[in-house]
């Protein structure tokens, strides 16, 4: 490393908490721009992590960096509460026309966790009741109200443990299965299960105020759920009054190849929580929920000082012209589509490969020990780290981080797709020479 905060990256572990240092892969990069970091090594990396589900219009669109500065030269803080400005108040009108049914009020915050707890929050304050209910292996964010709504590592929870007033249900498992049963129905079955146990030993459904769920569980491992399992939950929430929350914080703007994964799925909620993809990389998100529901929930029970900033609502209308222009959803489909079938092809050849899950452009490679079939978190490690060495860098998910994460920007074309397996295929074999892994190989 050359340039002059080299020296600050070899002891970055004496300025920031491990827990900002440490995460993996944490590459040094001096520039990113479409799909690509430019690294501190003076390497080029393919990027098929959009900073975690972040970056769907690509690193530092044209367009984006032109809005940002605009902006900027206008008002660059609110707050909302002490002035108005123009750029909250046309996102909250555009937002409500790409959402569905009638989730158009708003209440914009900066982070996803955020706008969690904005919608734990209104849910509690709206029903007057005290209990959520969560599944298992969801993620919802570190602040310990939306902490008390996550289980997707129990070390997040360590010592802190904030879940007294939720209830956790197992998340919906096609591999649980039984040979020659439908999963779908399966899973419905046990859900209903589960809640009726619920129900009858530890909490009546008049104190419960919500279900709050992920639409595809992401940290846990890219879990796609069945469409009946989830409009099941639908019913129920129905059934007793209760509100429905569904996080698309990381499902949101494109990423499932409709803006929101709940037109994927063809299931309302009651409020969502939306962030990362929602301004191209500046902080911003929002709770959304009807404006009879937002209504119930009078000035001043919640509010905030930084969220809705200006620069971030002007950069936010630009993601949705850029989707739009540029047709994103689309090529989340098509590309995502494309990258499945190779990843299938590939897995042909690599008995590591476990499932390969994918909804539009969030697709999980599922890493299993040929041997015992057991999740081998480890080896993603090993085939990050290769990976990373050949020039494409990936994330990871899962309980065991046994998943491969790829959400590449939704800008991505297919010729970017075939450089980035193809690097991965040769991380793939790497691996597999160093522990003497069988593959079946073909490069
Ligand atoms: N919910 C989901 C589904 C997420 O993936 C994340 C972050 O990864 C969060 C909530 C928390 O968002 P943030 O890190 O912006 O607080």
Redesign the pocket.
Known sequence: MSNSWSSLVENMGDYLAPSMAKDHPNLPVVKAEGCYYYGLDGKTYLDFTSG??VANTGHRHPKIVQSIKDAADQLMHGPSGVIMYESILKLAKSLGEILPGDLNCFFFAN????A?EGALKLAKYATKRPYAISFTGC????SLG?LSVSTSKSKYRKYVNPSHLTYHLPYANMQACPEGKDPETFCINELEKHFEELFKHQVTPEEVACVIL?PVL??GGYIIPPKGWLKKIRDICDQHGILLIF?E??TGFGRTGEWFATQTFEVTPDIM?I??GIASGLPL?ATVASKELMSKWPAGSHGTTFGGNPIACSVALTTLEIMKEERLLDNAKVVGQYATEKLKKMKKNHPIIGEIRSVGLMIGIEMLNPKTKKPDGNAVMKILDYALEQGVLFYLCGNEGEVIRMIPPLTVTKEQIDDGLSKLEKALHQFEKEFKIEAVSNI
Do not use: L, M, Y
Request: no cysteine.
């Open positions: 975690i589900a982070s996803g966790a955020e969690i993620f919802h964010g570190r939306a992920e992401v940290e996080d914080v990381q929580a962030a990362k998100s």
